[in-house]
T-cell receptor, first 112, second 114 residues
Framework: KNEVEQSPQNLTAQEGEFITINCSYSVGISALHWLQQHPGGGIVSLFMLSSGKKKHGRLIATINIQEKHSSLHITASHPRDSAVYICAAHYLGGGSNYKLTFGKGTLLTVNP | KAGVTQTPRYLIKTRGQQVTLSCSPISGHRSVSWYQQTPGQGLQFLFEYFSETQRNKGNFPGRFSGRQFSNSRSEMNVSTLELGDSALYLC?????????????FGSGTRLTVV
């Protein structure tokens, strides 16, 4: 069964702290996405990666294919980083069928 | 470049009614996928359209359907609404099927069924 497990479910941090959110998945993905969702619902795609590491500003995403694990790191966290972070695995099915399977999300609250 | 546009933003419907939601993808994007988000189930994949054809479908009943037009705009329809259909419905567009180069999400349509 194609599943995506995220941890922790909730995370509270003080401004400036280093944040790590973890995601594990099953075999057979073609890519892994990290998404950010602010209150009100809009989703922003932060990263899509299939190997290695990507960095954008204070955000870093890594993926370990052998361990079927990905992490999202936020350096020098800020209250505006408060949001739900969602990991989504792009599973390669039969033929050319792809499906995004989502984790339950991590609610991050950064206090000033 | 305009983003993904979903209309309407908010909708209130009565049980038993039907509803149609619209999604206009980014210009040049030919794939549109739809998702349902509820507090209990989180985000779930509904279906994906590419070149006016449904290419992939999630595990939802037949009351949920969709279509894509020649200009890549997509609509999804839910018939015989149930209270449990209350959710945020999101669409995302990508250049190609399978989104090997990433998705762009719309802001969603929040549907409330009363």
């Amino acid at each position: 069964k194609n599943e995506v497990e995220q941890s922790p479910q909730n995370l509270t941090a003080q401004e400036g702290e280093f944040i790590t959110i973890n995601c594990s998945y099953s075999v057979g993905i073609s890519a892994l996405h990290w998404l950010q969702q602010h209150p009100g619902g809009g989703i922003v795609s932060l990263f899509m990666l299939s190997s290695g590491k990507k960095k954008h500003g204070r955000l870093i995403a890594t993926i370990n294919i052998q361990e079927k694990h990905s992490s999202l790191h936020i350096t020098a966290s800020h209250p505006r980083d408060s949001a739900v972070y969602i990991c989504a695995a792009h599973y390669l099915g039969g033929g050319s069928n792809y499906k995004l399977t989502f984790g339950k999300g991590t609610l991050l609250t950064v206090n000033p | 470049k305009a983003g993904v546009t979903q209309t309407p933003r908010y909708l209130i419907k009565t049980r038993g009614q039907q509803v149609t939601l619209s999604c206009s993808p980014i210009s040049g994007h030919r794939s549109v996928s739809w998702y349902q988000q509820t507090p209990g189930q989180g985000l779930q994949f509904l279906f994906e359209y590419f070149s006016e054809t449904q290419r992939n479908k999630g595990n939802f009943p037949g009351r949920f359907s969709g279509r894509q037009f020649s200009n890549s705009r997509s609509e999804m329809n839910v018939s015989t609404l149930e209270l449990g259909d209350s959710a945020l419905y999101l669409c995302a567009s990508s250049e190609r099927q399978g989104a090997a180069n990433g998705y762009t999400f719309g802001s969603g349509t929040r549907l409330t069924v009363v």
